[in-house]
């Protein structure tokens, strides 16, 4: 349970820049204002991202992002000296890490697609000593088994025991008993494995009990009975004889149950949904299948979770994150929520997490950020009652100097309360700024958040004021909030970006004639469509690795290339194509009357470069040939090479300062007027 909630709790994220020879050198960038970090100081990889303590506290593991590809390093805790750089072969990154021991960790492959798109995984896992000796390649698929052909293994527990044995999920992609989820026990220094238990039935996550035994199944249908995509699920419980029965169907109770995972004292934790409004947090009663209820935010779905240290596996208190993090606990009375108030307390307007801790609960490595600061993790000493630095970030940026973020909230046309956030550049009054409004990407599931943002921060040191919208389809607000991206992405998405952008002229934040628009990905569609829904707003729009044209989605994205994506592509998009043609850009470029700028990846298959390529070739046709357009080799769904983000945040900053003012990235203010 421990290990399970960690996974949904706040990341820290990580590169050790500098920190050996194989550290790429940073490429020339164009010189920025006098006393103004350059574009390389925002855009460079962190000093860190994943951290982990090891069961016994000698070492600490962490993964190094060298932009095309993530590196495993150990290091000494007692100096922080470089222990060990594990890199795979074959532009492969390591992905998810785990301490399964004192000295030995497991980790899984990943291949990069994207800044806005999540790795994929290659279904490969190795495990190695801290210091890189015996290196290993798990193989736990049986060769010639029918049903073990293409099987992905995945972590489900961790306990960290001297022998290395792990809990893990299999998924089968051709069962030919229809079923094709079961848990493992795995030795990950031999591979051998034996089976624990089987789901009851096909696309099942599983869930352990106190004693480490797969309790229950969370299973998932993609569609709902009008045959629409939908995420329909069922839960199910495995008695002591084996069998499985329903605890609860969406479909019939109206309620989704999701099991989270146990506490040592046997409490099972889970979510509950209406499908309507945020999520609530709390047990399940093991005989009756009730749910009863310890946290419900109104606005705001449970984002992470505060777990105890101690080996209790409990849930200290739940992280919501309508604005800022707020925390709410609920086992104010147990030692490590005792413990995190008092840590919480030495850092305020900052969050504090539990990043990770030994075995014993005595060394905690502890995350702490906020909006103008990066991060910096501290490792605190329960025998001495100390919390010694370790490191931050982005050391070379100087949080003092960073702009604020304001968390917003405004109600939209039709009356729907949506949340945001303001970037406001450091030493400035906050009153009739130029602007970038800043459309995420999703627009399903995604969203923007507090946290330092090194992109808003970017514009904010050139002078500009920065506007992110959580609009209807953002992920946090519960799933009927989610489930308004479907068939809205050119009239009720866009209206609440168009409604959030005059509210900030109307609040006097920005300057009504000094307002462009960027995003990437759906942010990107969206810096074309809403010039075109609200002509003379924006004066300028840089859309980036976007989505224009629905049918080079519906046929060439990835998305694209299995049912459950179809599916997914009818709902969102339009089921016929005179709907899909209304909502693409590439069909409204005669109403986009304002200079653009077009950036994507050569490589991009989430939106591929065809859609940047109609879009020019639209914008030409209309008679507004964009200003300029890059389609960068190698590059995927968002750029990774810094010499890359380079070349696009200069020309994108020249772009704004062009036509909105600002500081351009050679170093000169224009008027933009």
Not at 59 to 71: E, F, N, S, W
Not at 197 to 225: I, Q, T
Not at 513 to 534: K, L, N, V
Not at 544 to 571: P, W
């Amino acid at each position: 349970m421990h290990r399970t909630l960690a996974a949904l709790a706040l990341a820290c994220a990580v590169h050790l820049a500098g920190m050996d020879a194989a550290t790429a050198a940073e490429p020339a960038a164009a010189k920025p204002p006098t006393g103004t970090p350059s574009i390389q100081d925002f855009v460079r990889n962190p000093t860190y991202s994943s951290v982990k303590i090891s069961p016994t506290g000698e070492y600490l593991a962490m993964t190094v992002d060298r932009g095309d590809i993530d590196v495993l390093t150990v290091l000494r805790t007692r100096d922080l000296g470089i222990v060990k750089v594990t890199q795979l072969p074959n532009e492969k990154s390591v992905g998810a890490f785990h301490w399964v021991s004192p000295e030995r960790l497991m980790f899984n492959s990943v291949r990069k697609v994207g800044r806005f798109a999540q790795p994929f995984g290659t279904g490969e896992w190795y495990s190695v000593n801290a210091d890189g000796s015996a290196p290993r390649v798990l193989e736990m698929g049986a060769k010639g088994a029918r049903d073990m052909q293409d099987a992905r293994f995945s972590l489900l527990d961790n306990p960290q025991r001297d022998d290395g044995k792990v809990l893990m999920t299999i998924n089968y992609p051709r069962s030919s008993e229809g079923v094709n989820t079961e848990v493992a026990e795995v030795d990950t220094s031999t591979s051998r494995w034996k089976s624990l238990g089987r789901a009851p039935r096909e696309n099942c996550g599983m869930a352990l009990d106190a004693d480490k035994k797969p309790r229950y199944a969370v299973c998932s249908d993609s569609k709902n009975a009008a045959g629409e995509f939908d995420e329909v699920t069922s839960l199910y419980k495995r008695e002591e004889s084996g069998e499985w029965t329903l605890v609860n169907s969406a479909t019939s109770s109206g309620k989704s149950l999701q099991v989270l995972g146990s506490a040592r004292d046997g409490r099972i934790y889970a979510t509950e949904s209406d499908g309507k409004g945020p999520e609530a947090f709390g047990i399940i009663d093991q005989k009756t299948g009730a749910f009863d209820a310890l946290f419900e935010d109104p606005v705001s779905d449970p984002a992470s979770y505060i777990t105890s240290v101690d080996g209790s596996e409990v849930v200290l208190g739940v992280v919501t994150e309508a604005g800022a993090p707020e925390v709410t606990m609920i086992e104010k009375d147990h030692p490590d929520a005792k413990l995190y108030a008092s840590l919480a307390a030495s850092f305020p307007g900052q969050f504090v997490n539990f990043a990770s801790a030994t075995r014993d609960g005595r060394q905690i490595v502890v995350q702490v950020y906020s909006d103008r600061n990066p991060g910096e993790l501290y490792l605190y000493d329960r025998a001495t009652n100390k919390a010694r630095f370790l490191m931050q970030q982005r050391k070379w940026i100087d949080s003092k100097r960073m702009a604020t973020v304001q968390p917003v909230a405004l109600t939209t046309r039709d009356g729907l309360k949506i949340h945001g956030y303001l970037t406001l550049p450091h030493g400035s009054d906050g009153k009739g700024l130029p602007m970038i409004v800043n459309v995420h990407g999703g627009p399903r599931g995604p969203r923007d958040d507090w946290g330092f943002n090194w992109e808003s921060q970017l514009f904010a040191s050139r002078g500009y004021a920065v506007l992110q919208i959580n609009y209807r389809g953002s992920g946090g607000f519960g799933k009927g909030f989610q489930d308004m991206a479907f068939g809205q992405w050119h009239t009720g998405i866009m209206n609440d970006i168009i409604d959030a952008t005059k509210w900030s002229i109307a609040q006097g934040y920005a300057d009504k004639d000094r307002i462009c628009i960027y995003g990437g990905s759906f942010g990107g569609y969206a810096s074309m469509m809403a010039p075109a829904r609200e002509q003379g707003l924006f004066k300028c729009a840089f859309g980036y690795v976007g989505a224009y044209d629905a049918e080079i989605q519906m046929t060439k994205s990835d998305t694209s290339q299995y049912e459950g994506g179809r599916r997914y592509l009818l709902r969102a998009l339009g089921k016929t194509k005179p709907e899909r043609d209304a909502m693409s850009p590439v069909n409204h470029a005669d109403k986009i009357r304002i200079p653009v700028y077009l950036a994507a990846g050569a490589r991009d298959p989430r939106c591929p470069p065809e859609n940047t390529e109609a879009m020019n070739k639209a914008l030409i046709a209309a008679g507004n040939p964009p200003e300029g357009m890059m389609i960068t080799t190698g590059e995927m769904h968002g750029f990774y090479k810094d010499e890359n983000k380079v070349a696009l945040y200069t020309a994108m900053l020249d772009f704004f300062a062009k036509h909105i003012g600002g500081a351009s990235a050679t170093g000169g203010a224009r008027s933009g007027r």
